[in-house]
């Protein structure tokens, strides 16, 4: 059974950083995509970032491109989110997820970590 446990969320101030980590368990992951979503109140969970574990290609929703950096640790089974130059509007519960290269959605998803970026 795949597990997916995301941590480093908290608060920060506008223009601060943080650092969220994915830990992945339950089967390898050689063939599959790892992702971060966030869904903020009142809002639809919206894509954020994502990464082939094999190649470590990327891609990124255009509001964070050249903020966030999404990366993997394959010895360790992680992913991480590198979140800089924070913004209100990033105040979200963010989703770790991971698909199949060949699936057209993800299939597990972790319980979130919450980020909340003060003005």
């Known amino acids: 059974q795949v597990q997916l446990v995301e941590s480093g969320g908290g608060l920060v101030q506008a223009g601060g950083s943080l650092r969220l980590s994915c830990a992945a368990s339950g089967r390898t992951f050689n063939s599959y995509i790892m992702a971060w979503f966030r869904q903020a109140p009142g809002k639809e969970r919206e894509f954020v970032a994502s990464i082939t574990w094999t190649g470590g290609r990327t891609n990124y929703a255009d509001s964070v491109k050249g903020r966030f950096t999404i990366s993997r640790d394959n010895a360790k089974n992680t992913v991480s989110l590198q979140m800089n130059s924070l913004k209100p509007e990033d105040t979200a519960l963010y989703y770790c997820?991971?698909?199949?290269?060949?699936?057209?959605?993800?299939?597990?998803w972790g319980q979130g970590t919450q980020v909340t970026v003060s003005s």
């Open positions: 997820a991971v698909r199949r290269l060949v699936a057209n959605k993800y299939d597990y």
